[in-house]
C-alpha cells in the first residue's frame, strides 16, 4: 500500500485549500477512505470519512460544514477541500486506508480502524 499527500502549504486564515491523496498498491474502489491530522503536541484526529462506492462521508465536528471529501475510483485519488481555514487547522494531514475492506464510514473515522497510512503534508494557517 502506497499513499501520497499533496496540497498543503502556508495559507491565511480564511483562505481554501484542496490536499489531494494518491493510492496504489491495492484495490482502491474497495475501501474507504480518510483523511487525518495531527497537530504539534496533540494526538491525530480523525476528521473525515468517505464510503467506497455510495458516495457516504462523515466529518467531525471541528471540520464540518468546512471541509469536503471526496474520491475519484477511476484515478485512486481522494481529495480534501478545505474552505475557511482557521490556525486551529494547522497541522499535518494524513491520507488513511483502513484495516478491513469492510470498513464504511458511519461515523468520524478512528486511528484503530487503519494501518496504512502517508506520509503527510503540512498545512499551516496564519497571517
Known amino acids: 500500500v502506497k499513499l501520497v499527500e499533496s496540497g498543503g502549504t502556508l495559507v491565511q486564515p480564511g483562505d481554501s485549500l484542496r490536499l489531494s491523496c494518491a493510492a496504489s498498491?491495492?484495490?482502491?474502489?474497495?475501501?474507504?477512505m480518510s483523511w487525518f491530522r495531527q497537530a504539534p503536541g496533540k494526538e491525530r484526529e480523525g476528521i473525515s470519512c468517505?464510503?467506497?462506492?455510495?458516495?457516504?462521508?462523515n466529518y467531525a465536528d471541528s471540520v464540518k460544514g468546512r471541509f469536503t471529501i471526496s474520491r475519484d475510483n477511476a484515478k485512486n485519488a481522494v481529495y480534501l477541500q478545505m474552505n475557511n481555514l482557521k490556525p486551529d487547522d494547522t497541522a499535518v494531514y494524513y491520507c488513511?486506508?483502513?484495516?478491513?475492506?469492510?470498513?464504511?464510514?458511519?461515523?468520524?473515522?478512528?486511528?484503530?480502524?487503519?494501518?496504512?497510512w502517508g506520509q503527510g503534508t503540512q498545512v499551516t494557517v496564519s497571517s
Open positions: 468517505i464510503s467506497r462506492s455510495d458516495g457516504r462521508t
Open positions: 488513511a486506508a483502513p484495516i478491513l475492506a469492510g470498513y464504511g464510514c458511519y461515523a468520524p473515522p478512528h486511528s484503530r480502524d487503519f494501518n496504512s
Open positions: 498498491g491495492f484495490n482502491f474502489h474497495y475501501y474507504a
